[in-house]
């Protein structure tokens, strides 16, 4: 197995977006500004062949944003899914095929793994509307949720972390349309602004591999509070890493990020709440 090469991780994602110029026109029609397009970094071992069919700290952050009905971008799911397609260093990675997965606090590995990130404590939720019924609740959908431990790296992938299947967690939404992940705030790795990664599936039967997602997208944070966080001593890697880069930079959210930065509250000492409402079309 070749070790994973970086650049060849965001060629490999780039090669997987709709060109910028068509998404940014529907983009207009729907909403009036735009947003993202994803990739990933994190020091992994991956084959890129697809399958066929605990800080301390006291500063603060309040930053709100405005619900939307307009849809969500289509993002890449990166190189990282776990969804069943593609592979790691020992087969095809698929932590939804895997008991355990269906689960609220995702800090800590399941099953036969036993690793637990630790970082920041960061509570994310999420809540599914309807884009065709004015915005309406959409219960008893799925959403697979997936991002980088503090020091950018992705379970199942990453070098040592291929057995692991921590900060990887699939829920149903209740009736009012919503789920809520208990996580780690994710870490920035060279190449890419932090992000957190989804796949909406129709329901938790059919949430068991990416053959029966409905949508993939990304979401991002406030700078304020990404500065707040990575100043923090355990993020010192991540804050050298935002330094070099910017929304408009990023090979995902260069064409607006509107409708993907969550709504965030709290501190570096007690942790951070973060919401935002996702748009599909059903």
Not at 111 to 126: C, E, K, M, Q, R
Not at 188 to 207: D, K, N, Q, V, W
Not at 239 to 249: C, D, I, K, Q, V
């Amino acid at each position: 197995m070749k070790k994973h090469d970086p650049q060849r991780a965001l060629d490999f994602e780039a090669l997987l977006r709709m060109p910028v110029d068509r998404r940014q026109a529907l983009r207009r029609l729907m909403a009036g500004s735009v947003a993202p397009l994803a990739g990933c970094g994190g020091g992994a071992e991956v084959s890129f062949g697809s399958v066929a069919s605990s800080t301390s700290g006291s500063t603060s952050s309040s930053t709100t944003t405005v619900s939307s009905c307009a849809i969500i971008p289509e993002e890449t799911a990166g190189p990282y899914p776990g969804d069943g397609s593609n592979y790691n260093s020992s087969g095809i990675a698929n932590a939804l095929s895997q008991s355990g997965i269906v689960r609220s606090d995702i800090r800590a590995s399941f099953g036969n793994a036993s690793a637990v990130a630790t970082g920041i404590p960061l509570t994310l939720t999420l809540k599914l509307v309807s884009t065709t019924s004015s915005c309406a609740n959409l219960a008893g959908y799925a959403i697979y949720l997936w991002h980088c431990d503090r020091n950018g790296l992705y379970s199942l992938y990453s070098t040592g972390l291929t057995t692991e299947n921590y900060l990887r967690g699939v829920q149903a939404t209740d009736s009012n349309g919503s789920v809520t992940f208990l996580t780690v705030f994710p870490g920035c790795y060279a190449g890419r602004m932090p992000h957190i990664h989804f796949e909406i599936y129709p329901s938790l039967a059919t949430a068991t591999g990416y053959g029966n997602k409905i949508k993939t997208s990304q979401l991002s944070f406030p700078l304020a509070t990404l500065a707040e966080v990575y100043a923090t001593a355990d993020y010192a890697t991540s804050a050298a890493n935002l330094s070099g880069m910017s929304f408009a930079t990023d090979t995902v959210f260069s064409d607006g990020t509107s409708l993907q930065i969550a709504s965030v509250s709290g501190t570096t000492a007690t942790g951070y709440t973060a919401a935002l409402t996702v748009g599909i079309a059903a």
